[in-house]
T-cell receptor, first 112, second 114 residues
Framework: SQQGEEDPQALSIQEGENATMNCSYK?????LQWYRQNSGRGLVHLILIRSNEREKHSGRLRVTLDTSKKSSSLLITASRAADTASYFC????????????FGSGTRLLVRP | DGGITQSPKYLFRKEGQNVTLSCEQN?????MYWYRQDPGQGLRLIYY???????QKGDIAEGYSVSREKKESFPLTVTSAQKNPTAFYLC?????????????FGPGTRLTVL
């Protein structure tokens, strides 16, 4: 069962531009996380935002969370070719904070 | 050097064979997970374990089996009952119950059925 769904499925931008990815989910959550996956590799945790937070920053990453709309966005500013990867949102639930449900991901291509 | 290791990186199986994928972690995490990823798709949970000697089925457990005899190890067996086992398999761990669910992933095993 898919809890989080990312939009768009694929995104191609020029180096230096900003990239925005969106995630929607269905049930109440404790927190929402964003992960990155380079082709053929494992996932790397980027940022976690709790349900009582609205915005969080980490370096060039900015995450927002709107629990009323059950949605989140990940903004990567001043993108670099090395940001090329797939990005996944993952949500837990009010009933099992340790078990995550991943969306289908956004494939980001940053052209040099 | 802390982390999660998976082996082998690539695995080829003939139809009808069982194969076991290894996952080891030295992060002292209580919880461990197995996911399956198909091309262009997200991760689907196969099995998870919150504590040694205990594990639960995820969303797609049919045709798979696991054991958790040691805290640091969570091997996954892909049995002949799994109809379409060709996929990328990812193991992860987290602090477990009481933690925030942040998961650390291994590098994955790509399984191909010949």
């Amino acid at each position: 069962s898919q809890q989080g769904e990312e939009d768009p499925q694929a995104l191609s931008i020029q180096e230096g531009e900003n990239a925005t990815m969106n995630c929607s989910y269905k049930t109440s959550i404790n927190n929402l996380q964003w992960y990155r996956q380079n082709s053929g590799r494992g996932l790397v945790h980027l940022i976690l935002i709790r349900s009582n937070e609205r915005e969080k920053h980490s370096g060039r990453l900015r995450v927002t969370l709107d629990t009323s709309k059950k949605s989140s966005s990940l903004l990567i500013t001043a993108s670099r070719a090395a940001d090329t990867a797939s990005y996944f949102c993952a949500t837990d639930s009010k009933y099992s904070s340790y078990k995550l449900i991943f969306g289908s991901g956004t494939r980001l291509l940053v052209r040099p | 050097d802390g982390g999660i290791t998976q082996s082998p990186k690539y695995l080829f199986r003939k139809e009808g064979q069982n194969v076991t994928l290894s996952c080891e972690q030295n992060l002292n995490h209580d919880a461990m997970y197995w996911y399956r990823q198909d091309p262009g798709q997200g991760l689907r949970l196969i099995y998870y374990s919150q504590i040694v000697n205990d594990f639960q089925k995820g969303d797609i457990a049919e045709g798979y089996s696991v054991s958790r005899e040691k805290k640091e190890s969570f091997p996954l067996t892909v049995t002949s009952a799994q109809k379409n086992p060709t996929a990328f398999y990812l193991c992860a761990s987290s602090m477990g119950a009481g933690g925030v669910g942040l998961q650390f992933f291994g590098p994955g095993t790509r399984l191909t059925v010949l």
